[in-house]
């Protein structure tokens, strides 16, 4: 019995893994944008964020032998935000450019497709966190880590246009509020692993409310 519960427990993980960034990514189309032709368009950067998941797969266990294993302190902090949020975003950030450049003419456009190729890329990423992680981190890699996926792919997805379109001082504000984020998102593996788990979900709760809040509040122009 309890053999069965741990492989309909590990398939229900798996799926939502695999449909979560997707399906929220759908939700923020339907809540936030208008116009059928999106979901036809963006099928494409989707697919490809996921393919580029491959190379990086293997700059990832290559990077990973660099930063220690450990479980507590700055140390631990430091390294749970580089392999978990800011090499992630570098390398899509990167690649995305390369892929979606062409939809740099409108801010809009260009949000649309960095965010579908950031959904395409974490939804399989996740896949190789669930995997390469101790069971100890269930909460954080099923739950905690995968919202900080999809708060920080809003945010950079809409980050990134504006750095294009801005000028000088602005543009550097911009590009140092990027790349804080990951650091400032690391906080929650860092409480969680240190048992302040409330205080892990709330702040997760709060990025996640921000990065739709942001969207909504401010949505990308059309030109």
Request: aromatic residues 22%; glycine residues 6%; hydrophobic residues 60%.
């Amino acid at each position: 019995m309890y053999e069965a519960c741990k492989i309909w427990y590990f398939c229900g993980m798996t799926l939502f893994l695999i449909v979560g960034m997707p399906v929220f990514f759908i939700a923020l189309l339907h809540l936030f944008f208008s116009g059928s032709f999106y979901g036809r368009e963006l099928v494409a950067p989707l697919g490809i964020g996921a393919l580029w998941f491959f190379p990086f797969c293997l700059l990832y266990a290559l990077f990973a032998n660099f930063v220690p294993l450990v479980y507590g302190g700055t140390a631990f902090y430091f390294s749970r935000t580089a392999l978990d949020l800011a090499f992630p975003l570098l390398f899509c950030i990167i690649t995305g450019l390369v892929t979606c450049r062409r939809q740099r003419g409108s801010c809009k456009e260009f949000f649309l497709h960095l965010t579908a190729f950031f959904t395409g890329f974490f939804m399989l990423f996740a896949q190789y966190v669930r995997i390469a992680f101790p069971e100890w981190y269930a909460e954080y890699m099923y739950f905690l880590l995968p919202l900080l996926w999809m708060a920080l792919s809003v945010c950079a997805a809409f980050l990134v246009p504006l750095i294009y379109s801005v000028p000088g001082v602005l543009r550097f504000a911009l590009v140092v509020i990027l790349a804080a984020l990951p650091f400032a998102m690391g906080v929650v593996p860092y409480l969680y692993a240190m048992n302040y788990g409330i205080a892990s979900w709330i702040l997760t709760g709060v990025f996640f409310a921000a990065a739709l809040l942001l969207v909504w509040r401010v949505p990308p122009r059309e030109n």
